[in-house]
């Protein structure tokens, strides 16, 4: 084993990061949230060639991938979303003609894998606000997870984008912040359980829901007043999907 040395060993942390840091500090995308909605349309956005960042506010990115069913650590996928499965090489297994099951901890781990290869992921920055300018999403107001957990008055840092995409899951927290400060968007609410519903409005409804600021995965529902779903991962992985394309589409 070579000699090592501390201070290199610092260096080399502190000049990296702050590279990556700055790098990203005028991005083409921006997207809130390291769920698999997220994670999906970081990998297509980063493999068309956008410079795309990802914020993810907890240690852990995968959001609410983990923990399976009732901590039973398998997901359902339908067969329409399996070939973006076989894009990321993650693999599947086939329950019976509608029903694909998942390792969740395959899941997880490749689409983190495959999101940080063409995007520049960030783990524990959580985004407080959005820059607005003439009437349009124009970047994310960041700051470190610990400040806001523990209350500190340090003020944050700002991100300018050409689009931000909200996958931020249950919370919708870019569209609830756009929605608190009159910026004329309204939140539905999601609704009780109906799987196949759910599932189909999730996609169905990815789109731009204010100038500038694009809605994937749970927070679609949040939005449009969907139903939730439970266990199932085909919407999410396809509207992580679809709101690449559309971004994809409108940056070009
Ligand atoms: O909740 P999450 O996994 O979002 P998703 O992609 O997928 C939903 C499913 O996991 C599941 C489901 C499927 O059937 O119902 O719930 O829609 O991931 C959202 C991520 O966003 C992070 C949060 O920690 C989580 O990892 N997040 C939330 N608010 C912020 C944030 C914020 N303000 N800044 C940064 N990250």
């Known amino acids: 084993m070579g000699m090592v040395?501390?201070?290199?060993?610092?260096?080399?942390?502190?000049?990296?990061?702050?590279?990556?840091?700055?790098?990203?500090?005028?991005?083409?995308?921006?997207i809130v949230g390291g769920g698999p909605s997220g994670l999906v349309s970081a990998y297509y956005l980063g493999d068309m060639g956008f410079k795309t960042v990802l914020f993810e506010k907890k240690l852990s990115l995968g959001g609410g991938i983990w923990g399976g069913g009732m901590m039973f650590n398998k997901v359902v996928v339908q067969e329409e979303a399996t070939g973006i499965l076989d894009d990321l090489g993650i693999g599947y297994e086939n329950y019976d003609e509608k029903h694909y099951?998942?390792?969740?901890?395959?899941?997880?781990?490749?689409?983190?894998?495959?999101?940080?290869?063409?995007?520049?992921?960030?783990?524990?920055?959580?985004?407080?606000?959005?820059?607005?300018?003439?009437?349009?999403?124009?970047?994310?107001?960041?700051?470190?997870?610990?400040?806001?957990?523990?209350?500190?008055?340090?003020?944050?840092?700002?991100?300018?984008?050409?689009?931000?995409?909200?996958a931020t899951g249950h919370d919708a927290s870019v569209c609830s912040i756009l929605a608190r400060k009159g910026g004329d968007l309204e939140l539905k609410g999601e609704k009780y359980m109906d799987a196949p519903l759910g599932e189909r409005g999730v996609v169905d409804n990815t789109s731009e829901v204010f100038p500038g600021l694009f809605v994937a995965g749970m927070t679609v529902a949040a939005v449009y007043g969907h139903p939730r779903m439970g266990p199932i991962f085909g919407g999410m992985l396809l509207s992580g999907k679809r709101v690449a394309e559309l971004v994809g589409s409108k940056l070009k």
């Open 5 to 30: 040395d501390e201070i290199k060993i610092s260096k080399a942390i502190v000049e990296k990061y702050s590279a990556k840091l700055m790098d990203v500090l005028e991005s083409d995308v921006a």
């Open 101 to 166: 099951v998942v390792d969740a901890i395959e899941l997880a781990g490749g689409l983190i894998y495959n999101a940080s290869k063409k995007a520049k992921v960030f783990n524990l920055i959580n985004v407080e606000d959005v820059m607005v300018k003439n009437g349009r999403v124009a970047g994310l107001v960041i700051n470190y997870t610990p400040v806001e957990m523990s209350n500190l008055h340090i003020d944050p840092i700002t991100v300018s984008t050409k689009a931000v995409i909200d």
